[in-house]
Each structure stands twice: as C-alpha cells, then as structure tokens.
C-alpha cells in the first residue's frame, strides 16, 4: 500500500499537459555550426533570478520540443560559432511555435 501511494505521487507530479509547449526548427545557417544548444529558461527581469529549465542539443533543421506550464519562458539557441538566438515567449493555452535563426555576434 505504501509503496502504491508513493507510485501515484510520483506520476502525479511527473505529469505534463501535452497542449502547452515550445517547440522550434532550428535553421540552417551560412557561418553558424551544423548545429545548436538550444535552452529553455523562466524570463525574470533579472537576469540573476533567470532559471534553466531545459536544454538540448538541435542539428541545423532539427526540431525540438520542450513541454512547459503556462507563464513567460526564454529560448536561447548558441553554437560553437558564436552565432546566437534569443526569444522571449509567453504560453498560455497552446503550443507556441519558433523558427530558431540563429545571427553572428
């Protein structure tokens, strides 16, 4: 019976609402690597009080998909290049869609 109970916690807080993601492609781009480290962080307007959620490496014209709460997240992609992205997102009720473009610095 115990150990039941600690089961159903555990999948409880395990559990993710499949609607509401960040998803992405990341873009192949002229002088950016082949491919990116794509993060998934809260946006606070400290940058001190920003926390990592997630990350992940993305190939150019790979995809990603991160499955979030609602609430305002960033999605900061870099690469060995030093080519980079940054988009602050808001999710609500849906899944919010990228096109990852990364830029030279």
Do not use: N
């Not at 192949?28 to 606070?44: F, I, N």
């Not at 400290?46 to 150019?60: N, Q």
């Not at 990603?64 to 030093?82: H, L, S, W």
């Amino acid at each position: 019976m115990k150990y039941s109970l600690i089961l159903i916690l555990f999948a409880s807080l395990c559990y993710a609402d499949t609607d509401l993601a960040v998803s992405g492609k990341v873009e192949e781009v002229s002088g950016c690597s082949p491919k990116a480290m794509v993060w998934l962080s809260l946006d606070k307007e400290s940058y001190k009080e920003r926390l990592l959620l997630m990350h992940t490496e993305v190939p150019a014209k790979g995809t990603f998909k991160f499955y979030v709460k609602p609430g305002k997240y960033q999605i900061r992609a870099t690469d060995e290049a030093g080519c980079e992205y940054l988009k602050r997102v808001e999710v609500k009720e849906r899944e919010v869609g990228l096109s990852v473009m990364r830029v030279k610095k």
